[in-house]
């Protein structure tokens, strides 16, 4: 698997490497990891683009 970077909001990294610890994640990377492959996992359920994009706007990601 490849890397990428990813920029983020610094305040966002701070409660990131605070949940990580906390939750007992290794690196804040796995954090992300496990929480970006959860949100894609609930998208790969839905049946169609339409819902998925219905799902996308409910989390306030797409208007």
């Not at 909001?9 to 690196?27: N, P």
């Not at 959860?38 to 339409?50: F, G, N, P, V, Y």
Request: contains cysteine.
């Amino acid at each position: 698997m490849g890397k990428a970077k990813v920029k983020l909001d610094k305040d966002l990294v701070e409660r990131i490497k605070k949940y990580a610890e906390i939750s007992g994640y290794s690196s804040p990377e796995e954090f992300i990891t496990h929480c970006l492959e959860k949100e894609i996992a609930k998208l790969e359920e839905s049946d169609s683009e339409e819902e998925i994009k219905k799902k996308l706007k409910g989390l306030g990601y797409i208007s």
